[in-house]
């Protein structure tokens, strides 16, 4: 993806510049996306084995007598603060990681806003002291590729 980028980049083209720069931004924020939808996706999900261990345990200490249907409710309590400590370990995992994956998206934009000054070193959005503006284009640019993926997955 980065090859077919930069190459937009570097390709002759007629009208602004700073097309390239809003492209190159919303691919960005379109691959971003894809990829936390693919990570909520494949993340583990605790409550089927929570489900299985409260059947299985709990249909055991069932038949255990006069004191079996308030080891069933240990049970219970016990595989569901199981499977809320398990639910929280996965997303606090999935969190480090899109936090990670935006901190790269950052950088990544960096680096594309300056290979796009260097290329085209005439326009007003190359000059000295105007790499805010670039920055800000080409992250709200990123910002409507993230709407745009996840509008084809129907979130929001």
Not at 5 to 23: F, N, Q, T, W, Y
Not at 75 to 99: N, P
Request: overall charge negative; cysteine-free; glycine content about 10%.
């Amino acid at each position: 993806m980065n090859q077919a980028i930069i190459a937009d980049m570097h390709a002759p083209h007629e009208g602004d510049p700073k097309e390239e720069l809003l492209r190159a931004g919303q691919t960005v924020g379109f691959m971003e996306s894809a990829r936390y939808h693919a990570l909520d996706t494949d993340k583990d999900d605790p409550s089927w084995p929570a489900k299985w261990a409260y059947h299985g345990a709990g249909g055991a200490v069932n038949f255990v007598p006069v004191v079996g249907d308030a080891l069933q409710r240990g049970v219970d309590a016990g595989v569901y603060a199981w499977q809320v400590e398990e639910q929280a370990r996965i997303d606090d995992g999935l969190a480090i990681d899109k936090s990670e994956n935006f901190q790269s998206r950052q950088a990544y934009l960096t680096a594309l806003d300056e290979e796009w000054s260097r290329v085209n070193p005439g326009h007003k959005f190359s000059a000295d002291g105007d790499e805010y503006l670039r920055q800000m284009d080409i992250s709200l640019a990123a910002l409507n590729g993230n709407k745009s993926a996840n509008g084809t997955v129907g979130s929001s």
